[in-house]
């Protein structure tokens, strides 16, 4: 790895690292900063006018994505209290199981086009279908404000700002439970009661671990909510009686590693627990006896290197979700806990994920499967009878599956074989067909090769469409995580490198490599630009986590405690030697850099902008290449797109890496 020293200063003064250098002028924590507002927007009018040179493709990308708009199938419903409810774009709908006629029970189109960002990230009916409570994010900085819709009227009252969006309500329809945000970090530590008609508070818990987040959801038993505490790799739960607002003590306390997940109906509760093994266990317990851990009683047999995932208590009985050598497995349990199913979740060739839309009377679960050259399928699964039934598959006019494959390679580095999944369309095939090279690479999440329309424009294109699933996400479970978490960051900025270099020449061809990584994936991509930028012909970085030791050494910024063992310690000397040989902002140097179209969002609380702007301004300052380097800054956006944008964003974003493969030689800037 390439190292620089042009970090100013990186002490430790009273137990924190302070990082500074002549770009973090651009840090503004207020936004509002009139230098750093005009330097972004001059930015922005560079970009723009590189934009503009792009619109012929930006505008035929998005033509295509119109004509080949699909005829979706119907996403399943969401089940309470034997009432189906659906969002259709901002209006809630509701039906009766199983019916064509539904009825429209709320409409926010008019409310949303107030704000240039709107989403609802959660919702709660009152128990007696009057009120509606909705956590709406208005700037995309994800600080949700409640607000109470009158059915009736449609009139919409705001309650409280500065909260999580998760939403109980008490069952008198009097209060609702609500989690606060810390102030700055943002991070979500109260547990607190809002009476409607006074509009008092009562605070019921509050979380003081900087490293730890509370959060709350509903038990399967209408009559209790749970009350999560966790860090990176422990938890400790509570019961929140919905009908007195009682708080019980933990199901038991929180300890270093240890992490348990509990769900109840009437007086059984399950709890899903690592504290015997390493891979979960799936525990029964009566509701009097719940923390007494003595009376814990395990059920299932699972194999040995078999991780359970998940659980889902239903009037048939209890569905455990595993994953073994990295196939999905559903085991289906009835009432007495007896064993009467396994089932794949995936069928061969393809991938697959398991939802939970309906109550505990529902008895359903439902599958959402696909490939990257096979639509999307959703399936019922009944947990009563184990079977399942297919309810409807995307359907795309332009698109004829025989002309896509799809295939996954094993590539090697450092003795371990890395999975890359790739498609191409097969009759566009040549030795010079470029590749657009994802990857993300963290949190042990495993990046699903799904089914995109927008992919499919890339292939029709002659373009090679490839996700790496490097060390550090979780492709090939737990182990593959720890691998490249941490202090081991380095592996997996090394498999998404070695990756590259193997699809360079993939079917004998010479091929441009086009790297894609957003967020977490920033940190990899970017990491590997340092690593090898001789083997990109371009990238684009969204919403990039570039600058990780100057944040991860700030506490006022949200998450960071809590992130430490997924980046690193700054203020462990150990840790921080390790963190400076991949962090992707401190290892610029002067090299021969390809594009890069780095995209912000001012709002953003999890990336801050300001880590895409230093990125963006050092490497400028650096690189010896040609460019362009493209600085774009949403001012009414956060982390995430606002969906009524996100396609012409996404247009912008292909169409600057295809016009990287336009010419043998690098764009002039």
């Known amino acids: 790895m390439k190292r620089c020293c042009l970090l100013v200063l990186a002490t430790l003064i009273s137990g924190s690292v302070i990082a500074e250098d002549r770009f973090s002028w651009l840090r503004d924590d207020s936004r509002s ?265 395990d059920f299932g047999d699972f194999k040995a290197d078999e991780s359970i995932n998940n659980f889902h208590l239903f009037r048939s009985g209890v569905v455990v979700q595993t994953n073994l050598q990295g196939k999905q497995k559903l085991h289906v349990f009835d009432e007495s806990d007896k064993l009467i199913k396994i089932e794949n979740v995936a069928r061969e060739g393809g991938v697959a994920w398991v939802s939970q839309v309906g109550d505990y009377q529902s008895n359903q679960l439902h599958i959402r499967s696909m490939s990257m050259v096979q639509p999307g399928l959703w399936e019922r699964f009944n947990t009563l009878t184990a079977t399942r039934e297919s309810i409807g598959q995307d359907i795309y006019p332009n698109y004829q599956a025989d002309m896509y494959v799809t295939q996954t390679l094993n590539i090697e580095n450092d003795g371990h074989a890395v999975p890359v999944t790739l498609a191409y369309r097969k009759d566009l095939l040549n030795k010079q067909n470029p590749v657009v090279l994802y990857g993300y690479g963290a949190y042990g999440v495993t990046m699903k090769p799904y089914f995109m329309p927008q992919i499919i424009s890339l292939l029709d294109r002659g373009v090679i469409y490839a996700i790496a699933h490097v060390r550090g996400g979780g492709f090939k479970g737990e182990h593959w995580y720890q691998d490249g978490k941490g202090i081991n960051k380095p592996t997996s900025i090394a498999d998404f490198v070695a990756a590259a270099r193997t699809l360079q020449h993939f079917q004998q061809g010479e091929r441009a490599i086009l790297a894609m990584g957003s967020s977490a994936g920033g940190t990899l991509v970017a990491g590997a630009l340092n690593e090898a930028p001789e083997v990109f012909a371009g990238a684009s970085l969204k919403v990039p986590f570039v600058d990780v030791i100057s944040s991860m050494s700030d506490e006022t910024l949200p998450l960071t405690a809590q992130q430490y063992a997924e980046w690193g310690d700054p203020h462990k000397e150990s840790e921080l030697s390790a963190m400076k040989a991949y962090d992707p902002y401190l290892n610029l140097s002067k090299a021969d850099y390809p594009p890069v179209l780095i995209s912000v969002g001012l709002n953003d609380q999890r990336v801050p902008y300001w880590e895409g702007a230093k990125y963006h301004a050092k490497l400028q300052s650096l690189t010896t290449g040609n460019g362009p380097y493209l600085l774009s800054t949403n001012f009414s956006q956060g982390h995430s797109s606002d969906r009524r944008q996100s396609l012409s964003q996404q247009a912008f974003e292909y169409a600057f890496l295809l016009s990287l493969t336009h010419k043998n030689t690098k764009a002039e800037q």
């Open 33 to 297: 900063n009139e230098r750093v507002l005009a330097y972004l927007e001059k930015q922005n009018e560079t970009t723009d006018a590189f934009q503009k040179t792009l619109q012929h493709e930006i505008d035929s990308l998005q033509s295509m994505w119109r004509e080949n708009r699909p005829q979706r199938s119907e996403k399943p419903w969401r089940e309470i209290h034997g009432v189906e409810y659906a969002w259709n774009d901002y209006t809630l709908l509701s039906r009766a199981p199983g019916s064509v006629n539904s009825t429209p029970i709320f409409d926010a189109t008019v409310h949303a086009a107030q704000y240039e960002f709107y989403q609802i990230g959660g919702w709660k009916l009152s128990p007696d279908n009057t009120l509606l409570a909705i956590a709406e994010d208005l700037d995309g900085s994800e600080q949700y404000q409640i607000s109470i819709v009158e059915l009736a009227t449609n009139k919409i009252t705001p309650l409280v700002t500065g909260v999580e969006p998760s939403i109980a309500w008490s069952n008198d329809g009097e209060s609702l439970y609500l989690v606060k945000q810390e102030p700055n970090t943002q991070r979500p530590h109260v547990l607190f009661n809002k009476s409607l008609k006074g509009g008092t508070e009562k605070l019921l818990f509050q979380e003081h671990e900087s490293a730890w987040l509370l959060s709350t959801y509903l038990a399967s038993d209408p009559s209790f909510a749970i009350v999560q505490s966790n860090s990176e790799n422990s938890s400790e739960q509570r019961f929140l009686d919905l009908n007195t607002g009682e708080l019980s003590q933990p199901i038991q306390t929180r300890q270093e590693g240890i992490e348990y997940y509990a769900d109840r109906f009437a007086d059984r509760v399950y709890i899903n627990s690592n504290h015997q093994r390493k891979n979960f266990q799936i525990y029964r317990v009566i509701s009097s006896d719940f923390m007494n851990i003595e009376a814990w009683h």
